[in-house]
């Protein structure tokens, strides 16, 4: 029984690998886990290629642009294209973009690099990103247009 269940289950598995065209994969704590990639993750993926699926790579830390998560792929051993690669540093860009945001207009940031050059591929200017240091003091008149 258990040899018959075990092998209905296999069987199961590459039923759903065969019923799904794009494999979503989160990166960090799927893939890698700090700078060490996860067991299993290379013969995963290449299974899944060999198999003609789309893979895209997500993540939500937006710290780095797709290039800057292509040489991380690379540096892992993984050849992944900038293209299967959806950060929300480019998720932003692409968002202005979808809404025809004017290339006129500037974007305050509130980020790090990652925003920064994904802004700069899609043609958009910026104010803001990474400081070297903020100071904050006792303000008498402080008020809403500071703030801003």
Do not use: H
């Not at 794009?22 to 704590?29: H, I, K, N, P, Q």
């Not at 998560?69 to 540093?89: D, H, N, P, Q, R």
């Amino acid at each position: 029984m258990a040899v018959r269940a075990a092998a209905q289950r296999l069987e199961n598995v590459d039923e759903l690998i065969d019923s799904v065209e794009t494999f979503l994969f989160d990166c960090d704590g799927v893939i890698w886990k700090g700078d060490k990639l996860i067991d299993g993750v290379p013969g995963t993926l290449d299974m899944l290629r060999s198999k003609g699926k789309r893979l895209v790579f997500v993540t939500n830390n937006s710290t780095k642009s797709r290039k800057q998560y292509g040489k991380k792929f690379e540096t892992l051993g993984l050849s992944v294209t900038e293209e299967e690669i959806f950060a929300s540093s480019f998720a932003a860009a692409a968002y202005l973009r979808s809404i025809d945001f004017p290339k006129d207009k500037k974007v305050y940031v509130i980020g790090e690099d990652g925003i920064l050059k994904e802004l700069e591929l899609a043609g958009y200017q910026y104010l803001g990103g990474p400081v070297g240091a903020v100071v904050v003091g006792f303000d008498r008149y402080f008020n809403y247009y500071k703030v801003q």
